[in-house]
């Protein structure tokens, strides 16, 4: 069972005094010897949000986490957490909490101890240790060696040790790796919230289905390019399904605007980045005839992978997916 741990136990003590910190990455491009492994990226993280964080594998986005959290540095641009570096931050540990090494422990060491070191090298609470035991479901265990656990029982230490200090910010990566149902459905409540109570919430996830349940917003990297980001409802109901006997026609009269479109079965399209009154007004100039036009609200699934199919024989438009939420 995970539980928020809400601010107790002297938690106002090593909380700090801010909220509503934004993670921004601004034009962002990371090489590897000639491999450009994330290019130009731009995107805003906003507090009091979960961002679910989406890309097939070798899209860029442990890249561009570590080049946010100065564990690697980028070529060009910058990534800044309420508009200061990481590593300018005065007390990073009460500001940032981070998952990215699930193995991250001594194998001999216990639960407890792990915790109890990190609590003292930041300075918080030995005490801290066994309240986030707790509220991570590994109260039973705290004295059992870190080698004897599971992956889901790594993964809840993980947790806990990124809230040690309490912070306003979480930088998660595959935080649901290894948990059971209903540590997922635990871990998503205790995001959604602390994203309520104004912290800022960044998820990156290949499990669609919890991303669509837990995400406000996401971004999506394909090639380490930037490929759609906004708030997950508007994107999901900006698509646009098309039927017409000229579907080849419509195809390059719709990419020319700029249009994100899909081939399907039985003469049919599926159409993003242009209004469903522009698809219409376009064929009618176009002298092309529509037997469908309606607006569809797709699967987070069904977007994720027409925004990272490229191989796609419709030809995907290299133009971002934006909608900025309010």
Excluded: C
Excluded at 85 to 106: I, K, M, Q, S, W
């Amino acid at each position: 069972m995970i539980t928020n741990p809400g601010r107790t136990s002297g938690s106002q003590d090593h909380r700090p005094g801010v909220t509503g910190l934004p993670l921004e990455i601004d034009h962002v491009t990371k090489r590897y010897d000639d491999d450009v492994v994330v290019a130009d990226l731009s995107f805003t993280v906003k507090p009091g949000r979960v961002t679910g964080f989406l890309g097939p594998n070798g899209a860029g986005k442990s890249t561009t986490m570590k080049i946010l959290l100065d564990l690697a540095s980028a070529d060009h641009g910058s990534a800044t957490i309420g508009g200061t570096r990481y590593r300018d931050l005065p007390d990073p540990a009460r500001t940032v909490g981070v998952v990215l090494e699930p193995n991250a422990f001594h194998p001999g060491r216990s639960g407890r101890n792990h915790l109890r070191i990190l609590a003292d090298g930041g300075g918080f609470p030995t005490e801290r240790a066994d309240e986030l035991l707790s509220v991570v479901g590994l109260a039973d265990a705290a004295d059992r060696r870190v080698g004897a656990y599971s992956m889901g029982m790594r993964q809840r230490l993980s947790l806990a040790a990124a809230l040690l200090g309490d912070p306003p910010v979480l930088v998660l990566d595959e935080p649901g790796n290894g948990l059971d149902p209903q540590g997922i459905r635990d871990l998503r409540d205790l995001l959604r919230e602390r994203a309520a109570n104004g912290d800022t919430i960044f998820v990156s996830s290949h499990l669609l289905s919890e991303v669509e349940h837990l995400a406000d917003d996401v971004v999506v990297l394909n090639r380490g390019r930037l490929v759609a980001s906004g708030s997950l409802s508007e994107l999901q109901r900006q698509e646009t399904f098309v039927r017409t006997p000229s579907r080849a026609n419509l195809l390059k009269v719709l990419q020319s605007a700029g249009g994100t479109v899909r081939s399907l079965e039985n003469d049919a399209l599926l159409v993003r980045g242009v209004s469903i009154d522009a698809i219409g007004n376009r064929a009618h100039r176009a002298g092309i005839e529509l037997h469908e036009l309606t607006p569809r609200s797709g699967s987070l699934e069904e977007l994720f992978i027409g925004w990272t199919d490229v191989s796609s024989v419709d030809g995907t438009s290299e133009t971002a997916t934006e909608v900025r939420s309010a």
